[in-house]
């Protein structure tokens, strides 16, 4: 585990010393914010535009109001608001900065014609400086409800800014890594306007923050770090130590130390690379210094944002993605292996007569596992970033439920269980399923009229078998029970519509399948003379070539 935890490393300083010497925070402050002025008296909201010869625009806000130590207006995904986008299944509620969302509502239709008339297939910048910055950032947002795939997303970077959302809407932003990294908010540790609002216990940062004092510079991005270290801060404050800021000089102070390199570093000795890194970082921003850390306290901190770090949840899905498909090739051979058998691989592993069962349980369990948190990643991103990660990952999602749902439900009806779909079935599943039907696109996913190599379409086909063998066994038992007899015929309808539209694999028709099974007991029930156009189908095999063929004619 301490060999995992050294591998660990915080690259702040370093994200710091790349902003700070790029000239893009003194070109902001000095070209576009320093100047910035109402042209009215009484405008509490106003802002400017500014292309320049290489097609970046800068869009720089301001107001005379003062947005912090404000209420919180709560929302929903029922209300209609501009920010409703952000809302998603699994975080369905957010607040926002009541005095900030009143302005920017105020100047709504202004704001939406200048959203309109931005053009985002080349780059754009919004910035503002505090109660300006909360707009920008507002308005950064609302950009992004309106970016498609080909354009480029915008960059807001705000100077001295007070917080504007609550942590659900930290959460909201927070899950779609896209969106958290189009914000960079520069807040210096003296200025008693971001001390302020961070003491304010129901607000909660986002994006990434380059905190910053007359000592140096820093990037955090974990909000519970960023909230951490500016409610130490906040104590400076009662010693008089905070003050209005000159982020003019503090930009102009950062520039010339990325350039000089003139940080001497730790020399508290810490136990791995991660520790070590943080303790650079607090040493950059002078907080043994300004806060009188002694080392202990020193170390404790430095402790417990490593603790943040790692239990950071770092998404790389497409290496996880490629591990999945491992398990997958696997359960593709187990599924050929039981076909050579006669059974079929729903009912090979139902009877677990193999020793190699145990390892499809172990593969079914991985990608259970991996899949069910995919699925609750994607309930929790805004939908507007969650409909295209969910039709990316469609097509993957839906042969995993095809292939191991069956899988899942062979060991629920063995035990005796019954009524799966209503009272066994996993939600990430059903979810699933729901995604399908409403991604048009991907409806036709494993359509073909050659089944002989297909999963079936229903992952839930085997739980309708296993119904069907219990109403076969009621009847049996009691000839006049008219839910088992309607029961059947439903299902005999059921499985014919599907026969039709080539949505069932051929294994189903192997000797030792569960459905052959039925359909014995079925046709037993019902007599030789029992003539539909399913019956006729099963009664003659020569029919089951031909549909694994696809050259079966259906009426």
Known sequence: MAQNQAK??????????????????????????????????????????????????????????????PDLHPFSITDNHPFKFICSEKNPNFSLNDSAFSLFKHYGTQLNDLKSKTDLKKPVIVTGYAGGGSIASLFTLW???????????????????????????????????????????????????????????????????????????????????????????????????????????????????????????????????????????????GFPQLLQLQETRMKSLVEELSKEVQQKKRFVPNKKLDEMKVNMAYLEWY?????????????????????????????????????????EEAEKQPQKEGAPFRTRWLYAGTNYRRMVEPLEIAPYYKSGERDYINKGRPEHYKQ?????????????????????????????????????????????????????????????????GSLKDYAVSSEIFLEGSSFMRWWREYIGIKGASHDTEFANFMKNPTNYKKYMEGAYNFL
């Open 8 to 69: 660990v490393f915080s690259g702040g300083l370093e994200s710091a010393s790349y902003v700070a010497s790029s000239d893009i925070l003194t070109s902001l402050w000095k070209d576009h914010i320093s100047d910035l002025k109402p042209e009215a008296q009484n405008q509490n909201l106003f802002w400017k535009k500014v292309p320049n010869e290489s097609g970046l625009t800068v869009i720089t806000f301001g107001t005379t109001q003062n947005l912090d130590q």
């Open 335 to 375: 599924k050929k292996v039981s076909k050579k058998k006669g059974k079929g691989y729903y009912d090979m592993f139902k009877d677990q007569s193999f020793p190699f069962d145990a390892d499809v349980t172990r593969y079914k369990k991985d990608l259970s596992f991996y899949w069910k948190e995919e699925v």
């Open 432 to 496: 699933l399923e729901k995604w399908l039907k409403e991604d048009k696109k991907s409806q036709s996913i494993g359509r073909t009229n050659n089944v002989e190599s297909i999963l079936t379409l229903d992952s839930c086909f085997w739980a309708h078998v296993e119904e069907a063998l219990i109403s076969c066994q009621t009847l049996k038992n009691t000839r006049s029970d008219v839910e088992a007899k309607n029961s059947l015929d439903e299902f005999e309808k059921y499985v014919y």
């Open 143 to 285: 950009l992004l409800e309106k970016m498609d795939p080909t354009d480029k997303r915008p960059l807001c970077i705000t100077f001295g800014s007070p917080l504007i959302g609550d942590q659900n809407f930290q959460k909201a932003i927070w899950q779609s890594s896209n969106w958290n990294s189009c914000f960079l908010h520069v807040a210096s540790l003296l200025d008693p306007l971001v001390s302020s609002s961070i003491s304010n216990n129901s607000f909660s940062p986002f994006g990434i923050f380059l905190l910053c004092s007359h000592y140096g510079s820093t990037c955090f991005e974990s909000p519970v770090s960023v909230r951490k270290l500016l409610n130490l801060t906040s104590q400076l404050n009662n010693q008089g130590l905070q003050q209005n800021c000159d982020y003019g000089s503090i930009v102009e102070n950062l520039h010339r130390k990325a350039i000089c390199k003139d940080f001497d570093g730790s020399n508290i000795s810490h136990s791995n690379l991660l520790q070590e890194s943080l303790a650079l970082q607090l040493c950059a921003l």
